[in-house]
Every structure is written in C-alpha cells, then in structure tokens.
C-alpha cells in the first residue's frame, strides 16, 4: 500500500500538482477529454493512498463528472520500487471513483507498456479491474501509434518518452526485456509532441 508518511493531505496535494503527474488537455480521434498521466513523476514513496485519493476527488473527478473522456497513461521510465502504488492502493484508488466518472471513461490509452506491465495486466488485470475497465485498455507501443487514437498537437508529450521512443525504434528487443534499458528520465515540464519526428531514418543517420 501506499505509505503513511509525515506531509500532509495539502502538501501531497501541492507535491502532485507541482510534477504534473495529472492534467486534463486535448481531445481523442472520439472528441473524448484526455485525462493525461505521467507514470513515471509519480511519487509513490511520499504519497498516501487518502492523499492520492482526496486529490482526485478534489482536482480531478469535478472536471470530469458530466464528460466522456479518456486516459492517456505514460508507463515510460515506470520503476516498481519509484512509482507503482501497489496493487491493493491501486484497487482502493480504483473502487473509489464515483460511478459517474467511471461510466464515462471511454478508453485507456497505455504508452510503452512493456511486457512486465502486459504479463501484469494479462494476468490479473480482468480479476482486480472490474466493470469493463480492463476491455477498454488499448495498448501502444510508439508515440506514431498514439496519434491514430489522440489528435497530435492537443496532447503534450514529455522530452524524456520521446527520448525513450526514439530508443525503442533504434533498440526494439527493449519491448520484451531483452535488452537493457538506460533511460533519460527527468519529471521535467512537457515539450511540444510535434517535436516527435522520423525515428528510423534518426536510427540510421
């Protein structure tokens, strides 16, 4: 579970909004509100489950109540022992949202899962994920594959997932574990995505 620790509720709440780990911005292809999340700027050790939980109730489930949306997670740089809540905070986190944001969720857009995450969500996901949550998952291995889901120039992508994108494209056994990786990782404020451009010919030039 996420631990008890000295900050309190405001000040998880100020830590949260300060690496923009939740923002809402941009459309889907659908016209569905993106609910954006970086995986990675979460910080998991300096949080507790009821902060994480009264943040959302506070500054993100009001903006959401009465709108179909979608979530765009960033799973980029995801380290276990950083920023994974644990399975029974994320459950408790999950069987909080209020019925109303929950019946309008639409999709869940997962960049750069990885195959821990995809042998995690295979395997458990349909059992702790109830309510057709886990049928509305859409995996996405590139940053090119998510601008056939997301309209390209409303959605702000981090330097450091385009920087693991283009390592991806050059390292592709990175996808299944076999290879290393060595990320450029920094909760830095998020660039442009245009600045996304042709990983292959970068990987050969």
């Not at 920087?163 to 830095?188: F, K, T």
């Amino acid at each position: 579970m996420l631990p008890d620790l000295t900050l309190s509720i405001s000040e998880q709440q100020q830590l949260i909004e300060r690496l923009e780990v939740f923002k809402i911005q941009g459309k889907d292809k659908h016209g569905n509100k993106i609910l954006r999340i970086i995986g990675k700027c979460f910080p998991a050790r300096d949080l507790s489950a009821e902060g994480l939980k009264t943040y959302l109730e506070e500054r993100v489930y009001p903006k959401l109540a009465k709108k179909r949306f979608a979530v765009l997670y960033l799973h980029t740089g995801v380290q276990r022992s950083e920023n994974f809540v644990g399975i029974s905070a994320l459950r408790s986190i999950y069987d909080a949202i209020p019925s109303n944001v929950r019946d309008n969720l639409q999709a869940v857009y997962f960049l750069h899962p990885g195959l821990q995450a995809r042998l995690f969500l295979a395997t458990f996901g349909r059992l702790f994920f109830h309510g057709g949550l886990y049928g509305k998952l859409r995996y996405v291995n590139r940053i090119d594959y998510l601008w056939e889901h997301v309209r390209r120039k409303e959605v702000e992508i981090p330097e450091f997932v385009i920087d693991h994108d283009e390592d991806l494209e050059c390292r592709p056994m990175m996808d299944y574990g076999l290879e290393s990786d060595h990320p450029r990782v920094s909760c830095a404020p998020a660039l442009d995505s245009t600045a996304v451009s042709m990983y292959s010919m970068r990987c050969i030039s």
